[in-house]
T-cell receptor, first 112, second 115 residues
Framework: DQQVKQNSPSLSVQEGRISILNCDYTNSMFDYFLWYKKYPAEGPTFLISISSIKDKNEDGRFTVFLNKSAKHLSLHIVPSQPGDSAVYFCAATLANAGKSTFGDGTTLTVKP | NAGVTQTPKFQVLKTGQSMTLQCAQDMNHEYMSWYRQDPGMGLRLIHYSVGAGITDQGEVPNGYNVSRSTTEDFPLRLLSAAPSQTSVYFC??????????????FGSGTRLTVV
């Protein structure tokens, strides 16, 4: 049973517009959520995170929102840039577990 | 600062061969993990370690062994390679602070093909 799901395999947006990537999880014990960005032939890079005690975290153009009751988080990128085109993974962790569970990723394409 | 270094970057194995994928980090992170990524799929956890001398299984551990004799190194051993192990393998490290496991630093990956 997949505990972290990204139901949209791909997303295409116009440069300058908002990109919204979504992620759902099933385990209510997850207490920390992260987003990673991955370019082809490279390892993922950490982008932004949010603790389960918060509902929003912002870092420049990137904002992550957490809705615990719906077990849903989203990543907003405003404004989107062509360099943001990549695969985005969400991940969730359990306190003291020492590991993260990843979704299958969403491929974002930002068109100039 | 090298971060997480994986070697080799590419490898072709014949079915039944064994090999070790190397992973080293220089950030003094206590947490290290191995993930595999198959086409169109996310990262699946193979094995992980919360400190030197401590390892545990992830979602897909069969066919792989790990050990963690030092904080810096976390090698992944394929015991008898099978075509189903064709994948891209990522090593990652992180640290734990304030009750949270912080974002992983990933290596650049090892692309393994088993024929």
């Amino acid at each position: 049973d997949q505990q972290v799901k990204q139901n949209s395999p791909s997303l295409s947006v116009q440069e300058g517009r908002i990109s919204i990537l979504n992620c759902d999880y099933t385990n209510s014990m997850f207490d920390y959520f992260l987003w990673y960005k991955k370019y082809p032939a490279e390892g993922p890079t950490f982008l932004i995170s949010i603790s389960s005690i918060k509902d929003k975290n912002e870092d420049g153009r990137f904002t992550v929102f957490l809705n615990k009751s719906a077990k849903h988080l989203s990543l907003h990128i405003v404004p989107s840039q062509p360099g943001d085109s990549a695969v985005y993974f969400c991940a969730a962790t359990l306190a003291n577990a020492g590991k993260s569970t990843f979704g299958d990723g969403t491929t974002l394409t930002v068109k100039p | 600062n090298a971060g997480v270094t994986q070697t080799p970057k590419f490898q072709v194995l014949k079915t039944g061969q064994s090999m070790t994928l190397q992973c080293a980090q220089d950030m003094n992170h206590e947490y290290m993990s191995w993930y595999r990524q198959d086409p169109g799929m996310g990262l699946r956890l193979i094995h992980y370690s919360v400190g030197a001398g401590i390892t545990d299984q992830g979602e897909v551990p069969n066919g792989y062994n790990v050990s963690r004799s030092t904080t810096e190194d976390f090698p992944l051993r394929l015991l008898s390679a099978a075509p189903s192990q064709t994948s891209v393998y990522f090593c990652a490290s992180s640290y734990y602070a304030g009750g949270l496991l912080y974002g992983y630093t990933f290596g650049s990956g090892t692309r393994l093909t088993v024929v």
